[in-house]
């Protein structure tokens, strides 16, 4: 089959997933020209295109931290960091009322492709409204526990567009970024998902049990942790890898090279799905991860760029990019 340049086309998805893929010029599904998909250039594809194309990660250099790592199943990005300090008494019996709703991902998302089903969890458990993961758009908001003002900033008006479109704000329930992504999806009058790497009876960060009970009243928190199960430090690389399924797109506000977000990012590229870098990230000399992503498939997010986001979702107008600052 020839192979030819590659281009990125953008496309409006209503239902399903959306994911990226690399795919020649003429619309053949050949092996992918060498050194073409190291660009990063994508084309998104609709769902009936499942397991067509190339991730830009199939392509990868050695050079890069990503492609490796996930050939031999392990997490691509930087090793995780960071202290636990988790709440569990009184969480289980204070919710006792509120039941655990337990699925295969399939019930919820529909059929997977195989790229999908490798790193997919076999059970989710949920309390709230479970149909939030059964109606798109859902968009992840994610980023570091020690944001800046500026972060938050963004995080908070980001979450807020999102919300005013009809779109379900995705996130870890972390300090920093994923607690501003929360909060202001709720305090707008909008849905959002909380995503833990804890089970459902405990609460990380400790701070965030009044926020995790309200999500579970008036939202969805979900977990691929049976209750009673112990926290592990490596439950929150594997927790980025499922929000990153349980997304139609990820948006990386702001984040160290070290931050756990970073996760999320390299497998929202491995599944193909639509990943956003902050313009602000992309500009920090002091960062390697925006520029590597980039090289991968990812998008800058600003003004100019917004209305790429929304065309990817059912909603979005270009007046409102003027409104979140980049």
Not at 146 to 152: Q, T, W
Request: net charge positive.
């Amino acid at each position: 089959m020839r192979e030819g340049p590659l281009h990125l086309q953008t496309t409006v998805f209503f239902t399903g997933r959306a994911r990226l893929h690399a795919s020649t010029a003429s619309g053949g599904n050949a092996r992918c020209p060498e050194g073409a998909c190291k660009t990063g250039i994508l084309r998104p594809v609709g769902r009936g295109e499942q397991g067509k194309g190339f991730s830009a990660l199939d392509h990868a250099p050695k050079t890069s931290r990503a492609p490796d790592r996930q050939r031999k199943g392990a997490f691509p990005g930087p090793r995780f960091e960071g202290r636990y300090n988790f709440v569990s008494h009184g969480i289980q019996s204070k919710l006792s009322h509120m039941a655990t709703q337990e699925y295969a991902p399939e019930e919820l998302l529909g059929p997977l492709n195989e790229v999908e089903k490798k790193n997919a969890p076999k059970r989710l458990f949920g309390v709230g409204d479970v149909e939030l993961l059964r109606v798109s758009p859902r968009v992840s908001v994610v980023g570091s526990r020690k944001a800046s003002p500026g972060g938050l900033e963004r995080a908070l008006h980001l979450s807020k567009l999102l919300v005013e479109r009809g779109i379900t704000v995705v996130s870890g329930l972390a300090e920093g970024i994923d607690t501003a992504a929360h909060e202001s999806a709720i305090a707008h009058g909008g849905r959002t998902v909380a995503i833990l790497g804890t089970p459902l009876d405990q609460t990380y960060p400790a701070g965030n049990k009044a926020l995790q009970a309200r999500l579970m009243r008036e939202h969805l928190v979900v977990s691929q942790f049976p209750s009673g199960s112990p926290s592990r430090r490596e439950n929150f690389p594997i927790r980025n890898r499922t929000m990153a399924l349980l997304s139609d797109a990820t948006v990386i506000v702001e984040a160290g090279d070290g931050s756990g977000s970073l996760h999320q990012g390299w497998e929202a590229l491995r599944l193909g799905r639509p990943l956003f870098v902050m313009e602000s990230a992309t500009k920090d000399s002091g960062l390697s991860w925006p520029e590597e992503m980039l090289r991968y498939g990812a998008q800058v997010l600003s003004r100019e760029t917004l209305e790429v986001l929304f065309e990817l979702l059912p909603q979005g107008t270009r007046d409102e990019a003027a409104t979140v600052p980049f």
